[in-house]
């Protein structure tokens, strides 16, 4: 099944996106409280939408987060050609990437969806994007096993990690970070589906879905979802290691390769790919999740203050 959340008189509704468009789900009723289970509860109350009758178009609706509020978001890297290309062709992986899929903790309360426009960080002039795919948990659990694990994925969305570079590798300079650089805005939708719906697609690590990023009409990269180079039941595994994870927590793939700005300035530097400014237009697809067309805008004027008292 494909789940959504869209703006209905100033609210957020859910609904069931079939054939036929777009089933409401009752008034109140959000898809964070349908979760907890095995994904019973999901299932039943997309039965009971469809089975209403009513139906919106798709097309009309103002789509927000599937997971409008969600209570944690972690943001992992697992894709080898991405981190490589990033880094430039002087500067290796390191060996502790292998060890274990790095993480950060990035701002739920910026979370937007594929109606919303995507605002400048503000102060950043080298705004970029980045292409992944997030894994929602479905119920709570405490360092659990890669297989125990999948069993707690509610289901999947694109999600979108705007990126301020000139912010972030600034602040990164003091051991800390990424923060401001990653605070403003990320991009989850246009649905939320289901782990049922991927499975004919499994493959090695991951789904055999394509994901394709494009700037203003022009191609910037494609990459495999299954290029992973870890599972999304392995980074559950090492997110819950110590402590829970809740049902609506987000653990995010990290950039395929070839989905951002960054890697391809590392890889061909500058000329040729400038960065994001107001008005430009990102596309964004992976095979089964769907496509969003995200346009950028300006965002706030940084408030000042002063420097360190010495």
């Known amino acids: 099944m494909k789940f959504l ?10 609904g069931l996106l079939g054939a036929e468009g777009v089933h409401p789900l009752p008034v109140g009723v959000q898809l964070l409280d349908l979760l907890g289970d095995d994904g019973s509860r999901l299932r039943e109350a997309g039965e009971r939408a469809a089975a209403t009758g009513e139906v919106r178009r798709y097309d009309q609706l103002r789509l927000m987060a599937p997971i409008p509020n969600p ?28 060890a274990a899929p790095a993480f950060y903790f990035t701002n739920p309360y910026a979370v ?19 292409l992944e795919v997030a894994a929602i948990v479905g119920r709570a659990g405490r360092d659990l096993s890669p297989d125990q694990a999948e069993s707690h994925i509610a289901g999947y969305t694109i999600f979108v990690d705007w990126s301020a570079r000139d912010l972030q590798f600034a602040e990164m300079q003091v051991g800390l970070g990424p923060a401001k650089g990653k605070d403003t805005a990320t991009t989850m939708g246009p649905v939320l589906v289901t782990p049922d719906e991927l499975a004919p697609f499994r493959c090695g690590t991951s789904f055999a879905l394509e994901m394709t990023a494009s700037i203003n009409g ?65 596309c964004v697809t992976v095979e089964k999740l769907g496509s969003m067309t995200l346009s950028i805008v300006e965002g706030a004027v940084p408030v000042a203050f002063p420097a360190a008292r010495r």
């Open 5 to 14: 959340t869209f703006h209905d008189d100033g609210r957020p509704r859910a």
């Open 71 to 98: 209570p944690t978001v972690r943001d992992f890297m697992t894709f080898e050609s991405h981190f490589a290309g990033a880094r430039g062709a002087h500067n290796p992986i390191p060996s502790q990437w292998y």
């Open 112 to 130: 937007i969806g594929a109606g919303d426009p995507v605002p400048m960080a503000p102060g950043s002039s080298l705004f970029d994007l980045e």
């Open 218 to 282: 022009k191609t910037l990269g494609s990459d495999r979802l299954s290029n992973m180079a870890w599972t999304f039941g392995d980074i559950l595994t090492y997110a819950s290691r110590g402590t829970e994870v809740r049902p609506g927590d987000v653990l995010a793939s990290g950039t395929c390769g070839g989905g951002c700005l960054a890697e391809m300035w590392g890889r061909h530097g500058f000329d040729g790919y400038p960065p994001l400014k107001p008005g430009d237009n990102v």
